[in-house]
């Protein structure tokens, strides 16, 4: 088994749930804002719950699995003669190039959806203070873009390190948000570092600091990978529920979630802040994430789950690509859909996204290695 399938597998799958949110945001009109500062104000079921529950595993994933390809992408070119500063530079362009991904394709994805809907979604309070002026919006690829060009710096760091940046980002996050006021007139750099909201100049919802903690985490557990080849996977499950047990422990004494999400059932003792992610939806999330990359080691030799490595294989393109495909669905639902049409929808549309992604992964495996094909 190569040793990048089961990671392959986990992107697709969380590639798959991320498209149930998205989907649900295109089609049903029903979209969710766990942040930080407001009490959010709760799901309208169990089965909006739950949409909106696994979706959370699909940020944390991506930025951790971001992490460890990093690592073994460098490894990878390291063989093949290339020097640290070849592959910072790689690095370095991948971000730039994901940027512009986002500003220019994008954007007039979400634009299109937008353009279709004759409603809004619930829960999309919003940090900060706007009164008009310039802003420069941001996304998830924002967060991805920033975070791999500094883990393309980064890579070279002893584990203990690394560990470290994790911890220090985390705990720089749950330091500084409760000290300030979700109606501030917020600095624009604090905005793109550390602070999800908006301002004059700046939006952002996956700031740098928080998120690249998750990066070096899975950096480290690709060094981790690299030592222990045979026992990552264990150790993985092992690690998972010490993740999940931690978070049982703190949310069971209301700590760890911004002090904003007080429960009193059980689906609010799972709603937790996104954003930034708190170290009770980081643990929770992360914790899912490395049981996950177990068990999916345990497949990697099934032939049923070629599908979902496929997504995973093409995850950029799938991502690009899934926006405009739902925002069409959701075409014929201007004022949203029912939750079980949005999941019948979400499938019939996974089932074309496997025809276009299977076309482009043999389009960009013909391509050379320097073509701009192979960062998509």
Same mark, same amino acid.
């Given at each position: 088994?190569?040793?990048?399938?089961?990671?392959?597998?986990?992107?697709?799958?969380?590639?798959?749930?991320?498209?149930?949110?998205?989907?649900?945001?295109?089609?049903?009109?029903?979209?969710?804002?766990?942040?930080?500062?407001?009490?959010?104000?709760?799901?309208?079921?169990?089965?909006?719950?739950?949409?909106?529950?696994?979706?959370?595993?699909?940020?944390?994933?991506?930025?951790?699995?971001?992490?460890?390809?990093?690592?073994?992408?460098?490894?990878?070119?390291?063989?093949?003669?290339? $020097?640290?500063?070849?592959?910072?530079?790689?690095?370095?362009?991948?971000?730039?190039?994901?940027?512009?991904?986002?500003?220019?394709?994008?954007?007039?994805?979400?634009?299109?959806?937008?353009?279709?809907?004759?409603?809004?979604?619930?829960?999309?309070?919003?940090?900060?203070?706007?009164?008009?002026?310039?802003?420069?919006?941001?996304?998830?690829?924002?967060?991805?873009?920033?975070?791999?060009?500094?883990?393309?710096?980064?890579?070279?760091?002893?584990?203990?390190?690394?560990?470290?940046?994790?911890?220090?980002?985390?705990?720089?996050?749950?330091?500084?948000?409760?000290?300030?006021?979700?109606?501030?007139?917020?600095?624009?750099?604090?905005?793109?570092?550390?602070?999800?909201?908006?301002?004059?100049?700046?939006?952002?919802?996956?700031?740098?600091?928080?998120?690249?903690?998750?990066?070096?985490?899975?950096?480290?557990?690709?060094?981790?990978?690299?030592?222990?080849?045979?026992?990552?996977?264990?150790?993985?499950?092992?690690?998972?529920?010490?993740?999940?047990?931690?978070?049982?422990?703190?949310?069971?004494?209301?700590?760890?979630?911004?002090?904003?999400?007080?429960?009193?059932?059980?689906?609010?003792?799972?709603?937790?802040?996104?954003?930034?992610?708190?170290?009770?939806?980081?643990?929770?999330?992360?914790?899912?994430?490395?049981?996950?990359?177990?068990?999916?080691?345990?497949?990697?030799?099934?032939?049923?789950?070629?599908?979902?490595?496929?997504?995973?294989?093409?995850?950029?393109?799938?991502?690009?690509?899934?926006?405009?495909?739902?925002?069409?669905?959701?075409?014929?639902?201007?004022?949203?859909?029912?939750?079980?049409?949005?999941?019948?929808?979400?499938?019939?549309?996974?089932?074309?996204?496997?025809?276009?992604?299977?076309?482009?992964?043999?389009?960009?495996?013909?391509?050379?290695? $320097?073509?701009?094909?192979?960062?998509?």
């Amino acid at each position: 088994m190569p040793r990048t399938t089961p990671i392959d597998l986990l992107r697709g799958f969380i590639m798959m749930l991320m498209a149930v949110d998205h989907a649900s945001a295109m089609i049903a009109r029903t979209h969710f804002l766990e942040t930080w500062g407001f009490a959010f104000e709760g799901y309208p079921s169990l089965a909006w719950w739950f949409t909106r529950f696994v979706s959370h595993l699909c940020a944390p994933g991506f930025f951790f699995l971001m992490g460890m390809s990093i690592y073994l992408f460098a490894q990878k070119r390291t063989a093949q003669s290339w $020097n640290d500063w070849s592959i910072r530079i790689y690095f370095l362009k991948r971000g730039a190039f994901i940027l512009l991904l986002m500003f220019f394709v994008e954007f007039p994805g979400w634009g299109l959806s937008a353009f279709f809907s004759q409603t809004q979604g619930g829960g999309m309070n919003f940090p900060g203070h706007f009164e008009g002026g310039f802003t420069i919006p941001t996304t998830v690829l924002y967060g991805l873009a920033t975070c791999m060009m500094l883990g393309g710096l980064l890579w070279k760091l002893r584990k203990e390190m690394l560990l470290s940046i994790s911890i220090l980002a985390f705990a720089f996050s749950a330091w500084y948000i409760p000290q300030i006021s979700p109606d501030s007139v917020f600095n624009p750099l604090a905005v793109f570092l550390f602070t999800p909201g908006i301002t004059v100049g700046a939006m952002s919802i996956y700031p740098i600091i928080p998120w690249i903690g998750v990066t070096t985490l899975g950096i480290f557990w690709a060094k981790l990978m690299q030592e222990q080849p045979e026992r990552i996977y264990i150790i993985s499950l092992i690690t998972g529920l010490s993740f999940i047990a931690i978070f049982l422990c703190i949310r069971f004494l209301e700590w760890g979630n911004f002090h904003l999400n007080a429960y009193h059932d059980w689906i609010s003792f799972f709603t937790l802040v996104k954003y930034p992610p708190s170290i009770a939806f980081a643990l929770l999330t992360c914790g899912i994430n490395l049981v996950l990359l177990f068990i999916f080691s345990k497949l990697a030799s099934s032939s049923f789950v070629y599908p979902i490595k496929l997504f995973g294989q093409t995850a950029m393109f799938f991502y690009l690509v899934h926006l405009y495909l739902y925002a069409l669905l959701g075409a014929a639902f201007p004022f949203g859909s029912s939750i079980i049409v949005m999941y019948l929808l979400w499938a019939f549309g996974l089932v074309i996204l496997f025809f276009i992604c299977r076309w482009f992964l043999a389009f960009k495996r013909n391509k050379p290695e $320097n073509s701009f094909w192979k960062m998509v």
